[in-house]
T-cell receptor
């Protein structure tokens, strides 16, 4: 059974703080993704990574950066948190056809509130 | 890039009725179409998917149909039950040799009244 875990379920930070959200998957998936989910806007892609040390911008990368030093771990960084980054953050991992699946598996989400 | 439209945004049905959620996509290179169910407070989970070489797929009370020519695909739930109440997301993906990056619809909130 695929397991995708995120470091925190709930997080409260102050404006200007640096925030780290961590995601770990145990399926040896090549691809990992970070989304934010806001009511009425669905899932919007922030960044994704095809492999270790590789990263690509998604649809809304402004204000975020990522790090992938190990295959199983993908971190989202908010360099200077702002109130408009209050949201639910979902991590996902997925394989490629070589691994038999291109389905995405999601983590439980981190509800971030920036005061 | 890909654009996925999903309708309706909210769907309210009586228990036992059928529910249909429709999605359209724009990129003919998309070839993998998963549907995710997200119950309140939980993570999205895959419930059914279809690839572009198939027109229809069924799994018990749920089915998905795909019309490649018209670039639309639909989720059908028959004999709805209160536990089907959730937000459903469609996605279009360039899998199998593509980017493997899904584009999601905005979601449909399905409410099944007992």
């Amino acid at each position: 059974d695929v397991k995708v875990t995120q470091s925190s379920r709930y997080l409260v930070k102050r404006t200007g703080e640096k925030v780290f959200l961590e995601c770990v998957q145990d399926m040896d998936h090549e691809n990992m993704f970070w989304y934010r989910q806001d009511p009425g806007l669905g899932l919007r892609l922030i960044y994704f990574s095809y492999d270790v040390k590789m990263k690509e911008k998604g649809d809304i990368p402004e204000g975020y950066s990522v790090s992938r030093e190990k295959k199983e771990r993908f971190s989202l960084i908010l360099e200077s948190a702002s109130t408009n980054q209050t949201s639910m953050y979902l991590c996902a991992s997925g394989g490629t056809s070589g691994s038999g699946t291109d389905t995405q598996y999601f983590g439980p989400g981190t509800r971030l509130t920036v005061l | 890039g890909e654009n996925v439209e999903q309708h309706p945004s909210t769907l309210s049905v009586q228990e036992g009725d059928s529910a249909v959620i429709k999605c359209t996509y724009s990129d003919s290179a998309s070839n993998y179409f998963p549907w995710y169910k997200q119950e309140l407070g939980k993570r999205p989970q895959l419930i059914i998917d279809i690839r572009s070489n198939v027109g229809e797929k069924k799994d018990q009370r749920i089915a998905v149909t795909l019309n490649k020519t018209a670039k639309h695909f639909s989720l059908h739930i028959t004999e709805t039950q209160p536990e089907d109440s959730a937000v459903y997301f469609c996605a279009a993906t360039e899998g199998e040799g593509g980017s493997y990056i899904p584009t999601f619809g905005r979601g449909t909130s399905l409410i099944v009244h007992p």
